[in-house]
């Protein structure tokens, strides 16, 4: 059974940093291209960042770029997310995925985690 | 990158057929795929590719591309479907993922 536990959530200030976890078990997990992606409470999904199968590759919402850094440990099972400089929109349940693909055309999140709560609040 | 349009909201009477819609330039390159969330809840794919299924999801669910819009079509709409419904599919540039802004499911 695969499985996804995010973790790191919290209360922070406003311009403070934050390092969220992903453990993942019951899959390969260096096998799979991984996601995170955001909810603010009461409203829509956000995607917000990939990270390749290996790591090399890594992609970020424009909301997030240069702020966020996704990272992952493969032979631990772990994704994280280090988010930079935070402010009251990056408020959000904060979900990990995994993603599957198929012959190129399209991708799909077949798994996820149940989240884990960010509040940037002074 | 490119964005994907959903209706706010859509109703439906019960057994009757609901289509829900997704629109963006995205998607004239790459499938969208569909989640279910209900409250509280993590979200759940229900139809990915040209017209996928997960296990467990029921037949009353099915996917299309025209252009550059996507749907996804409830035949005989269930109590039970009652939920947000979000699009995702890769931006223009096939490196970035994108959702829909939801579109909150009403079974009259």
Redesign the interface.
Known sequence: QEHLVESGGGVVQPGTSLRLSCAASGFSFSDFAM?W?RQTPGK????VA?ISFHGYDK????SVKGRFTVSRDNSNNMMFLEMTSLSAEDTALY?CARE?S??G??????T????TLVTVSS | SSELTQDPAVSVTLGQTVRITCQGDGLRNFYASWYQQKPGQAPVVVIYGKNNRPSGIPDRFSGSTSGNVASLTITGAQAEDEADYYCNSRDTSGDLRVFGGGTKLTVL
Not at chain 1, 59 to 62: I, L, Q, R, S
């Open positions: 996601h992606v829509g999904l956000e995607w990939i992609y970020y919402a424009d979900y599957k198929g012959a055309k399209y991708n799909w999140f077949d996820w985690g149940q989240g």
